[in-house]
Structures are given as C-alpha cells and as structure tokens.
C-alpha cells in the first residue's frame, strides 16, 4: 500500500525557515518523480517543487532562491527545504508522486498518482 506522510510543518515568523519532509511507503522515492503543491485559503492548489529520478530539480518562480528540494535515498524521503519565508507562503503543503519525470516546467499540469494528506505551515509574526 502506498503512502506519503508530510511532515515538519508548522508556525514561523516571517524571514524564518522549515524543512519539510515526505516519507513514503509501498514505493521507492528513487524511480519516481516527487512533487510538492501547496493550497492557502480560499485559493486553488498550485504547484511549488519537483524532483526527478535523475535529480533534476524544478522550481516555479515564487519559490525560486528559497526553496530547495532534495532526496534521501536511505531514508526514502523527499524534503522541501523553506528560507526566507513570507505570509504568502502559509498553506497547506502536499507531496505527490509519479511514475517517470517531471518532464519540464509545465511538471504541476501533469497528473501525480499517490498524494499525502498534507502538513499546515503558517507564516505570521
């Protein structure tokens, strides 16, 4: 059975810094490709993060220079590293998988197969 259990989220002041974590079971991390979307209120699910099975990383423009994505093969974990973070980046944070690539900058249009229930971060002072 799979299943992705996002971790790390929580309350952090605006500047400050979370690392989040997608441990999986039921597959391994390494032969597919791993998304992280988020959804704020009242707004709809976007895309934020992929990585592939050849680590190549893909990052959309609001997180780029603060955002960092990375993989444990050891631990089959998947982690989104977070700096700088601002009051717009508070969301409800999702890991989702696929089988192959991400592909290419259109990653967050195509369809990801196994999806977590999600970990809250709140950015606020």
């Known amino acids: 059975q799979v299943q992705l259990v996002e971790s790390g989220g929580g309350l952090v002041q605006p500047g400050g810094s979370l690392r989040l974590s997608c441990a999986a079971s039921g597959l391994s991390l390494r032969y597919y490709a791993t998304g992280w979307f988020r959804q704020a209120p009242g707004k709809e699910r976007e895309g934020v993060s992929c990585i592939s099975i050849i680590d190549i990383t893909y990052y959309e423009d609001f997180v780029k220079g603060r955002f960092t994505i990375s993989r444990d093969n050891a631990k089959n974990t998947v982690y989104l590293q977070m700096n700088s973070l601002k009051p717009e980046d508070t969301a409800v944070y999702y890991c989702?998988?696929?089988?192959?690539?991400?592909?290419?900058?259109?990653?967050?249009?195509?369809?990801?197969?196994?999806w977590g229930q999600g970990t809250q971060v709140t950015v606020s002072s």
């Open positions: 989702a998988t696929r089988r192959g690539q991400c592909g290419d900058s259109n990653w967050s249009k195509k369809g990801f197969d196994s």
